[in-house]
C-alpha cells in the first residue's frame, strides 16, 4: 500500500480555537493533526484556557517547537522553566504556561493541541 501525499498550510487552517490573547490553528491529516499555538502578550493558561478546559493544571502533553516569543512553564511539581525560539519541548501534563514580554509565542505543536481549548460537550 502506497501512501498519499498530503500538503497543508497554516495559512488556510482547517480549524481554529479561540481564547482570550490567543489561538490554535490546526491542520488535520490522515496521521494526525498538527497545531500552531499563538499566545498574545498577557496570555496565561491558568487565565485564559482553565475556564475551557475545567482542569486544575493544563493536561495536555506537549511535543513542540517553539518560533517565536519566550513561555515561562511551571509544572505541578514545581519546576519551572523558560521555552525560547529554537527550542524543542516535551511537556508531560500538570503544568501552567505564560507569555514573557511583549513578542506573542508562537509554537508548532505534534501531540498536545487536538483538543487544547476544545468546549467539552
Known amino acids: 500500500m502506497t501512501q498519499q501525499v498530503e500538503q497543508h498550510t497554516f495559512d488556510k487552517p482547517d480549524e ?6 490567543g489561538r490554535v490553528e490546526l491542520v488535520h491529516t490522515a496521521t ?6 499563538i499566545a498574545e ?24 517547537y517553539q518560533l517565536a516569543g519566550t ?7 514545581g519546576r519551572e522553566f523558560d521555552s525560547n525560539p529554537g527550542d524543542v519541548v516535551s511537556l508531560p501534563q500538570g503544568h501552567d504556561a505564560w ?7 508562537v509554537a508548532i505543536d505534534w501531540f498536545g493541541l487536538t483538543d487544547y481549548a476544545k468546549p467539552s460537550g
Open 16 to 21: 481554529i480555537r479561540e481564547f482570550p490573547h
Open 32 to 37: 494526525g493533526s498538527v497545531g500552531r499555538l
Open 41 to 64: 502578550p498577557g496570555w496565561r493558561w491558568s487565565e485564559h484556557v482553565k475556564p475551557i478546559a475545567q482542569t486544575q493544571w493544563c493536561e495536555a502533553p506537549h511535543f513542540q
Open 71 to 77: 513561555m515561562h512553564v511551571k509544572m505541578a511539581d
Open 99 to 105: 507569555v514573557v514580554g511583549d513578542e506573542q509565542v
